[in-house]
């Protein structure tokens, strides 16, 4: 973890519980029907890549929402330790994801979710590290930003969760809840250390050599 980290944000008994919440339904319909989950990136599967971002900043638990070909992404991934969400209606949209995630964590002890996705490999450990740390309380609400234009990943505090459930839907995940909470939000730079890419079509694909 990045030196500057504050302490809050270290293992410890003070430090608050944020999980990790990694988006890796997606069936890459761009990309001829392979899941981004099993990308390979630097010789392993794309979705181990992201916990170990997820892990390296400081989230845990992590949970991981799987959608296309899960029971293929179970058996050829090493998910370790992760929660592994099963979303049978994720060929709705990242909301059903989103949802499918958010679910997961009621009743645990944790007061915010950093969620990421799966398919953006430049985003790394500082800068979700950097995301965390703008937390203050469950009502917290958190993205970062590139150039000033809200990106991923965001972080949602406990007591947003059940609003986003409600109206995360279709591909929009939580664009309307942070549309209607903007007074809330809190950006937090990152250009500096993170390109916020997706691999969605083809020539995409060179980024991950």
Not at 148 to 162: I, M
Not at 167 to 180: F, V
Not at 198 to 205: C, H, Q, R
Request: glycine fraction near 12%; charge should be neutral.
């Amino acid at each position: 973890m990045a030196a500057d980290t504050p302490h809050a944000l270290r293992p410890g008994a003070d430090r608050p519980v944020i999980a990790g919440l990694l988006l890796a339904a997606g069936g890459g319909r761009r990309l001829g029907g392979r899941p981004k989950a099993l990308l390979s990136y630097r010789g392993r599967p794309l979705v181990e890549n992201a916990v170990r971002v997820l892990r390296a900043a400081g989230c845990g638990p992590v949970h991981v929402v799987l959608g296309a070909s899960a029971a293929e992404v179970r058996e050829r991934t090493d998910l370790t330790g992760c929660v592994v969400v099963d979303n049978p209606d994720w060929t709705e949209g990242m909301g059903s994801s989103l949802r499918a995630g958010l679910r997961s964590l009621a009743g645990t002890d944790a007061v915010a979710a950093l969620v990421s996705l799966v398919d953006q490999p430049g985003i790394g450990a500082a800068a979700v590290a950097r995301v965390l740390a703008a937390y203050r309380s469950p009502d917290s609400l958190v993205a970062a930003a590139y150039d000033g234009e809200r990106g991923h990943p965001v972080l949602f505090g406990s007591a947003r969760w059940s609003d986003i459930e409600r109206t995360a839907t279709g591909d929009q995940g939580a664009r309307t809840h942070l549309r209607e909470h903007t007074g809330a939000l809190t950006l937090v730079e990152c250009a500096d250390i993170a390109e916020a890419f997706d691999i969605d079509t083809p020539p995409d694909l060179a980024r991950l050599a």
